[in-house]
C-alpha cells in the first residue's frame, strides 16, 4: 500500500501544490483494514509543507479509488494523512553534530597527555 500511495502521489497527482519532494515514509492500519494513517515527508519550509499536504487531502478519494483497482483487497481504507517530521528533526541532529569542533581544544586534553603538534621534529 505505502508502495502504490508513493506511485499515486508522486506520479499521477498533478497538484500545484505538491511542488516539494514527497515521500511516503509509513503506513499504519488497523487490524480490520478499514483506517490507515498515511505518513508523508515534504521538503521544503512549512509553507510548502501545509500545501502539499492540502493537495494530498484534497486528493485522498482520487487515491482510495485508484487503490482498489489496483490492490486486491477486500475492503480499501479510509485514508488519513500525516506530516512526518522525522527527516527534519534528523536534519536538524546533522546540523548541530555538524557544528561541534572536531579538533580539541587546549582544555579537552587530558592531563598528562601530550598535544601533538603538526610541526614535528
Same mark, same amino acid.
Given at each position: 500500500?505505502?508502495?502504490?500511495?508513493?506511485?499515486?502521489?508522486?506520479?499521477?497527482?498533478?497538484?500545484?501544490?505538491?511542488?516539494?519532494?514527497?515521500?511516503?515514509?509509513?503506513?499504519?492500519?488497523?487490524?480490520?483494514?478499514?483506517?490507515?494513517?498515511?505518513?508523508?515527508?515534504?521538503?521544503?519550509?512549512?509553507?510548502?509543507?501545509?500545501?502539499?499536504?492540502?493537495?494530498?487531502?484534497?486528493?485522498?478519494?482520487?487515491?482510495?479509488?485508484?487503490?482498489?483497482?489496483?490492490?486486491? =483487497?477486500?475492503?480499501?481504507?479510509?485514508?488519513?494523512?500525516?506530516?512526518?517530521?522525522?527527516?527534519?528533526?534528523?536534519?536538524?541532529?546533522?546540523?548541530?553534530?555538524?557544528? =561541534?569542533?572536531?579538533?580539541?581544544?587546549?582544555?579537552?586534553?587530558?592531563?598528562?597527555?601530550?598535544?601533538?603538534?603538526?610541526?614535528?621534529?
Amino acid at each position: 500500500m505505502r508502495h502504490e500511495l508513493a506511485q499515486l502521489i508522486v506520479r499521477d497527482l498533478k497538484d500545484p501544490r505538491l511542488s516539494g519532494i514527497v515521500s511516503v515514509t509509513m503506513v499504519e492500519t488497523t487490524n480490520d483494514l478499514k483506517k490507515a494513517r498515511v505518513s508523508v515527508s515534504v521538503m521544503g519550509s512549512p509553507q510548502v509543507q501545509e500545501a502539499a499536504m492540502r493537495g494530498i487531502t484534497s486528493a485522498s478519494g482520487y487515491m482510495r479509488h485508484e487503490l482498489s483497482k489496483r490492490l486486491s =483487497l477486500r475492503y480499501v481504507p479510509d485514508i488519513s494523512f500525516v506530516l512526518d517530521h522525522s527527516l527534519d528533526q534528523a536534519e536538524h541532529m546533522y546540523q548541530i553534530l555538524d557544528g =561541534l569542533a572536531l579538533d580539541p581544544s587546549p582544555s579537552d586534553v587530558l592531563p598528562g597527555s601530550e598535544r601533538v603538534s603538526g610541526g614535528g621534529q
